[in-house]
Each structure stands twice: as C-alpha cells, then as structure tokens.
C-alpha cells in the first residue's frame, strides 16, 4: 500500500557549523523526529573537487525553511572512513537505486530520504507516463519543502530514470505501448535495459529498493476478479521485485541489500484489498524468503520486505478507504498512533545498512503493531472491557 511524505514537523534546526575556504566541515546536531538527537559529522570536498557526474537536481529551499547547501555524495575520503560516534545508520559511500518513485508522498520518497541522510547517493526509477511531471516538479523546486533532511539540507538526487518493471527487455513491449503518446520521447525503460544503463553511469550499486504495487482490479472483490486483473497485479506487484533483482543483482556489490514493501492483506483479511493484490502480497513474501537464499548464496546480497501500515498517499487513496484504514489502525494497533512514511523510511535505512548484516529473509512489520492484533478493540463488543490507557 502507499504512503504519504515524512511531515514537515521533523525538519530540524542545525546548531552553527564552521567553514573554510578550502573545504567544509560540519558538526551538526539532527532531530530526526522521536525525541532523539544524532551527531552528523560531515566534511565536504570543495565545488571544484566534486564529481563530474552532476546531479538530476541541486538547488537551495527558498522561502520560510532555511536550509544549508550540502551535497550529501560529496564529502572527502577522510570523512568516509572516520567512524562516527555511537551506533549510526551509516551509508556513506553506498548507491541506492529505488524503483517506483513518482511524487514525493509515498514510501518509495520516504525511503529514498532516509538512506540520503545517511549518507547514501540517490538514483531513482520513475514510472514512464509520470516521468515528466516529476522531473518537472524537481525542476521547479514543488517537492523542495520535502526534501528538506535532518541536518537541513536537500536530498539530492543524482539521476532518475525511466523505468517501467512490468516489462524486462524490449522484446516483451507491445506496439500500442510502443506507440503510446505517454511512452514517446523516453528510451530503455524496460528493467533490463535501466540496470544497463545504471551499470555504464555508475558501475555498481548497493542498495536496491522496490516500491513498486499495481492492481488495475483492486477494488474488486477476488471472486469477480478477471484472469487478466490477477495476472497483472502479480506482475505489476510481486514478480516485478524478482525481475529487478534478475537484472540488478550481478552489478551490486557483496553485501548489499535489497529491500521490498508487503501488506498485512498477504496474511489477513482485508476487505476491499482485492483485484489480486492480497495474494500479489503474500506471492512477494515467499519471493523474499526464496531470494534471500539464492541472491545470498550468488551475490552475498540480502533480501527483505517491510510490511507497513497503511498511510494517506496519491496511490493508496486509489483504494477507496484509506482514511477507515488509519483510523482502525490508530483505535486498534497497540500504539495507538497514526504511522509516519519516515518511520517506515527510517527501517528500510537500517536494514541496508551494515548494522542489519545478519537479517535476510524477513517481513519487517513497521505498522504499530496491528500485524499482532487478534481482534479489533473498537468493536462495540468490547466496550465494557478495561483497556490499557495512557498514564
């Protein structure tokens, strides 16, 4: 299911930083939202000294967020090999790729944020038909606002490309799609031909994401649903993930993470879920487990999903009922809270990083523990019980 964009309340303020001329460094304390603080140490190599490989997208936030001019990938070699304090998410020097990414409300953007602040450099796979309008909004500076990160500068990301993971090669597109008017003007798009091209632009990866879900029958019931809506919804939804992982697999680096995104609706039911997707859903969990054995065993690559709550995203309210969905999960989930796309971005990060060495084959819940209720306390039922309530 999708998401909605990390709100706004947990920008955070930065605390004076020291400049050179020569080169920056700094010393910041981030809020990152849950009542906890993070010691970022960054030095930064000079413009002249940066890249070649300019970014997709650089600017500064205008308007009423202050933010500092950082570029996240750019900081010098000293700065990538000094440990930081305590016990960091740290992804300095890694890759990401994460497919799926057309606005800057859903999981895809929320998970992209976190692995920047942690150092991560960004590329993006961005649906063919919606690639214009999200670069145009990039471009225009829409989604500055939400690109802001903890330490107060801009997620930057250094290229995006178009991308359509229903199709692995040329071969498999069809004329009318071939032909089609949203489809025109864009070039290798098709899974194997993006990992090709990501494989001549950068060399290699370490971080692969799939957020990536499509049931053109989902608010149908399963009982009504057409062959060719289920079909589609497993390709569209689950075996997408395989494909990605086909084709991205051999060119990321030993020890690196891939990482998908489930619904309870795989185990339990949901009503209203439907078009295929529930069982897309619990098709990408047994994927994940059957791919964490064989990419592990080939590519020293590891394999997880996160299954999250539900949030309020352009996608999710495609659905119909998103809104009934939160509120039942906020009355029923042991933390009686709405979810946050950071929260779930802020999981994906820890588990790309080193400090998940050991986790592969796993469904990650990031829901406030609904996955772990039995019945839902709101029903009038229980309206004589003694519940738990905040002191």
């Known amino acids: ?14 605390k004076p930083c020291v400049s050179s001329s020569r080169r920056t460094y700094m010393s910041c304390t981030a809020n990152f939202g849950a009542n906890s603080e993070v010691a970022v140490s960054k030095g930064l190599r000079s ?16 308007g009423p967020v202050k933010s500092v001019k950082v570029i996240t990938r750019a900081m010098s070699a000293s700065a ?34 976190s692995l920047a602040a942690a150092g991560a450099e960004i590329l993006l796979g961005t649906w063919v038909p919606a690639l214009n309008i999200f670069e145009s909004s990039l471009r225009r500076g829409k989604f500055d606002e939400s690109r802001v990160l903890p330490d107060g500068s801009l997620m930057e990301i250094t290229k995006v490309y178009p991308l359509d993971a229903v199709f692995d090669n040329p071969d498999d597109v069809p004329e009318d799609i071939k032909s089609n008017k949203r489809y ?26 799939h957020s990536l879900a499509n049931g053109p029958e989902v608010v149908k019931p ?25 084709h991205f697999a051999p060119i990321m680096n030993p020890g690196g993470a891939s ?14 879920y439907g078009g295929g997707m529930s069982s897309a859903k619990a098709a990408l969990e047994s994927d994940t487990r059957v791919l964490a ?28 009922f998103i809104d009934m969905m939160i509120d039942y999960s906020s009355a029923n989930a042991p933390l009686p809270k709405e979810l946050s796309a950071e929260e779930v971005g802020n999981v994906a990060a820890f588990l790309a990083s080193p400090l998940a060495s050991a986790i592969t084959g796993s469904v990650v819940y990031v829901d406030n523990g609904l996955n772990a209720m039995g019945v839902g306390v709101d029903s009038p039922i229980f309206e004589n019980l003694e519940l738990p309530k905040e002191a």
């Open 80 to 113: 990538e090999n000094t440990p930081l304090p305590g016990l960091p998410v740290d992804l300095r020097g890694k890759r990401a790729f994460i497919a799926g990414v057309a606005d800057d409300n859903g999981y895809g953007w929320a998970i992209a944020k």
């Open 293 to 320: 054995f064989e990419a592990g065993r080939k590519h020293r690559v590891r394999v997880n999903t996160i299954s999250a709550g539900p949030l309020r995203s352009r996608a999710a309210k495609a659905i119909g």
């Open 184 to 209: 025109m003007g864009s070039s290798k798009w098709t899974v194997k031909e993006v990992a090709e091209s990501v494989k001549e632009d950068f060399g290699s990866i370490d971080i692969l994401v």
């Open 222 to 246: 399963l009982l009504e649903t057409s062959r060719y809506g289920y079909l589609a919804a497993i390709s569209a939804s689950s075996y997408s993930f395989i494909s990605l992982l086909q």
């Open 259 to 272: 990482i998908s995104l489930t619904y309870i609706a795989s185990e339990r039911i949901i009503p209203g």
């Open 1 to 14: 299911m999708a998401t909605t964009a990390a709100p706004g309340s947990h920008m955070a303020a930065i």
């Open 47 to 62: 413009s002249s000294n940066i890249s070649s490989r300019q970014p997709f997208f650089r600017s500064v936030q205008s």
